[in-house]
T-cell receptor
Framework: AQSVSQHNHHVILSEAASLELGCNYS??????LFWYVQYPGQHLQLLLK??????LVKGIKGFEAEFIKSKFSFNLRKPSVQWSDTAEYFC???????FGTGTRLTVIP | DTEVTQTPKHLVMGMTNKKSLKCEQH?????MYWYKQKAKKPPELMFV???????INESVPSRFSPECPNSSLLNLHLHALQPEDSALYLC???????????FGPGTRLLVL
């Protein structure tokens, strides 16, 4: 069975703070990994993805994520958040997008 | 054209009504998906079509009936829904199954 765990349900940061959102997965096969973002009132957008190759992947808007196979993790990072990063962030795995429960990020100006 | 469109944006229906949700993409994608998203929850996969054939049905009740008339269109027919079916219904498409999915804005459904 596949599962995705996002440890942080709600994260509150001040602008310019660094961000790391955790994602751990359980899946028996080769994984494709994704981070999606859902801004308030907007549709899901792809932030970044990992299929193979360099385990450190860079996405849009200064986000990056690192795939650590031994830890079954795919954590999302951003060195300095902005108020406009306030959104819901979803980690997802495998071909049919099994989503984690999501992390709500609130950035305080 | 690099987007997935969904109509209507909002829908209110009674439990005896029949309605349909529509999804369209013109990116040449051959896989299309329906998801259901309740408030403050992640999207849950309902159906997957690959090359216009139903590939996955995630144990969805028969009151939801998908249809893929061609490679650009995906419908979700609704009949005799329950109030707990109220949710945001998302459509997505990808080049093929397993590739990056692109999401539409969703249809917000309220069942009275």
């Amino acid at each position: 069975a596949q599962s995705v765990s996002q440890h942080n349900h709600h994260v509150i940061l001040s602008e310019a703070a660094s961000l790391e959102l955790g994602c751990n997965y359980s899946y028996g096969g080769t994984v494709n990994l994704f981070w999606y973002v859902q801004y308030p009132g907007q549709h899901l957008q792809l932030l970044l993805k990992y299929f193979s190759g360099d385990p450190l992947v860079k996405g849009i808007k200064g986000f990056e994520a690192e795939f650590i196979k031994s830890k079954f993790s795919f954590n999302l990072r951003k060195p300095s958040v902005q108020w406009s990063d306030t959104a819901e962030y979803f980690c997802a795995v495998t071909n049919n997008l099994f989503f984690g429960t999501g992390t709500r990020l609130t950035v305080i100006p | 054209d690099t987007e997935v469109t969904q109509t209507p944006k909002h829908l209110v229906m009674g439990m005896t009504n029949k309605k349909s949700l529509k999804c369209e993409q013109h990116m040449g994608h051959r896989a299309m998906y329906w998801y259901k998203q309740k408030a403050k929850k992640p999207p849950e996969l309902m159906f997957v079509y690959s090359y216009e054939k139903l590939s996955i049905n995630e144990s969805v009740p028969s009151r939801f009936s998908p249809e893929c008339p061609n490679s650009s269109l995906l419908n979700l027919h609704l009949h005799a829904l329950q109030p707990e079916d109220s949710a945001l219904y998302l459509c997505a498409s990808s080049l093929s199954k397993g590739e990056t999915q692109y999401f539409g804005p969703g249809t917000r459904l309220l069942v009275l």
